[in-house]
């Protein structure tokens, strides 16, 4: 083990004996020193799941492709009153005319034609 070894070295460098005995020692040195990094990985993966900022927090309706029938997200603006847009199919490419209401943020008369 390369760790093992550079710790022997700087043991030696230090007119230390490297005997059985402190192998032994640098062995259960190393353990630890990977336990603990074992640990903080796993604490970081759990705060990335529960840390609220990773949702996303726009609004979407699914809706199917006029052109292709595929399902497709919508992204909703819900900060004004009459929506009316074009947004490119994810998957064949070809324009979809999006039109909607928003009256206190509910969304009514939602219509996804090909244009
Ligand atoms: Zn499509």
């Known amino acids: 083990m390369d760790l093992?070894?550079?710790?022997a070295a700087v043991l030696a460098q230090r007119g230390?004996?490297?005997?059985?005995?402190i192998i032994r020692a640098i062995d259960t040195f190393i353990a630890v020193v990977e336990d603990n990094f074992d640990s903080r990985g796993r604490d970081r993966d759990a705060e990335d799941v529960d840390d609220p900022t990773d949702q996303d927090p726009s609004p979407t309706r699914m809706i199917d492709c006029p052109h292709c029938g595929e399902r497709l997200p919508i992204a909703l603006d819900l900060t004004s009153g009459e929506q009316d847009g074009i947004?490119?199919?994810e998957v064949c490419c070809r324009p979809i005319r999006i039109r909607y209401a928003v009256e206190d943020g509910h969304v009514s008369g939602f219509?996804?034609?090909g244009s």
């Open 4 to 7: 093992e070894d550079s710790i």
């Open 16 to 21: 230390c004996r490297i005997t059985p005995e």
């Open 111 to 113: 219509r996804a034609e």
């Open 87 to 89: 947004q490119d199919c």
